[in-house]
T-cell receptor, first 114, second 116 residues
Framework: AQKVTQAQTEISVVEKEDVTLDCVYE???????LFWYKQPPSGELVFLIR??????QNEISGRYSWNFQKSTSSFNFTITASQVVDSAVYFC???????????FGKGTRLHILP | ETGVTQTPRHLVMGMTNKKSLKCEQH?????MYWYKQSAKKPLELMFV???????ENNSVPSRFSPECPNSSHLFLHLHTLQPEDSALYLC???????????????FGPGTRLTVL
């Protein structure tokens, strides 16, 4: 069965600090896709990244970086030099080949304090 | 602007009312989804439509009735709702490859529903 666990329910950091959001997943498939989404207070989920299971290279996009570790079934997300606008709920998600669904974690609420 | 619009953005209805939520995507996608997001609960997938055919109904009560007349439009018809149905209803679309959602889903802004 597929499952996504985001153990951190809520995190608060002071602006300009680095912060890492954890994501651990479970799947029996060897081919699968992982995603991160951001949900700001406005409510709309914004797609951040997709990663397939064969690509373990870490990715950096500006202040955002993602660390995919297949050995530990983790796909962690780091924000460097955080800003107040990064305050949001962040969701990690998983989809398996042959399935129409994306399974979302419960989300981590991130507060960036000025 | 993600190319997925939802109307209305806010809706208040009584338990005996009938209303509909509308979703439209301008991205040329073939799959559309309804999700429910309640306070302090994970995002719940309700329905999936692939090329206008319903491929997933996640044990949703019959008081929620989806309709997908074409690949660009998705409706959620509501009738005889309960107060616990109050939530944010999110629509999403994607361009699935063969066998699954290889591509990311793009979400609309949601409809905040309150059932009195």
């Amino acid at each position: 069965a597929q499952k996504v666990t985001q153990a951190q329910t809520e995190i608060s950091v002071v602006e300009k600090e680095d912060v890492t959001l954890d994501c651990v997943y479970e799947t029996r498939d060897t081919t699968y896709y992982l995603f991160w989404y951001k949900q700001p207070p406005s409510g709309e989920l914004v797609f951040l990244i997709r990663r397939n299971s064969f690509d373990e290279q870490n990715e950096i996009s500006g202040r955002y970086s993602w660390n995919f570790q297949k050995s530990t079934s983790s796909f962690n997300f780091t924000i460097t030099a955080s800003q107040v606008v990064d305050s949001a709920v962040y969701f990690c998600a998983l989809s398996e080949v042959g399935d129409d669904k994306i399974i979302f974690g419960k989300g981590t609420r991130l507060h960036i304090l000025p | 602007e993600t190319g997925v619009t939802q109307t209305p953005r806010h809706l208040v209805m009584g338990m005996t009312n009938k209303k509909s939520l509308k979703c439209e995507q301008h991205l040329g996608h073939n799959a559309m989804y309804w999700y429910k997001q309640s306070a302090k609960k994970p995002l719940e997938l309700m329905f999936v439509y692939n090329f206008k055919e319903q491929t997933e109904n996640n044990s949703v009560p019959s008081r929620f009735s989806p309709e997908c007349p074409n690949s660009s439009h998705l409706f959620l018809h509501l009738h005889t709702l309960q107060p616990e149905d109050s939530a944010l209803y999110l629509c999403a679309s994607s361009r699935p490859g063969a066998g699954g959602p290889y591509n990311e889903q793009f979400f609309g802004p949601g409809t905040r529903l309150t059932v009195l």
